[in-house]
């Protein structure tokens, strides 16, 4: 899959449309999802051209995987998450319904989640 460079999350991240940012580093972007399924639901994109998990897998460097997964820990960590608990959640083509090309990492949390797939 070619990376689409006028996706939602692009746009984010050159700064051309508005995001509500809850942390930034040399690695990730994090920000509250539009349409919050949680009472905490923040979503967490690399900042490199990634269509999903499985690019960002097999192409992402170590540094960035690593940048990367640090920052999703940090961000649940910094929204108060870690001793209540929280799930993580990332889609991947069509049967998953990933609406947004361009890999993020679903944070929910703040209330008990019920069943994975519930
Ligand atoms: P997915 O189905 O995994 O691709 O999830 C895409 C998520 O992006 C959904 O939860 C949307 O609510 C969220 N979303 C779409 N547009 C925006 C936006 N402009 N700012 C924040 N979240 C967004």
Aim: aromatic content about 10%; overall charge neutral.
């Amino acid at each position: 899959m070619i990376y689409d460079r006028s996706n939602i999350f692009a746009r984010i991240l050159r700064g051309e449309i508005p995001c509500k940012k809850v942390y930034e580093d040399p690695y990730a972007l994090a920000f509250h999802d539009i349409n919050p399924q949680a009472p905490t639901h923040i979503l967490v994109i690399p900042k490199g051209p990634f269509c999903s998990f499985a690019d960002f897998s097999a192409q992402a460097t170590e540094q960035e995987i690593t940048g990367f997964i640090r920052a999703v820990g940090l961000v649940a960590r910094q929204a108060g998450l870690d001793d209540s608990g929280y799930r993580l959640l990332a889609n991947h083509g069509p049967d998953s319904h990933q609406e947004v090309p361009h890999f993020h990492v679903h944070i929910a949390g703040g209330r008990p989640l019920g069943k994975m797939l519930a």
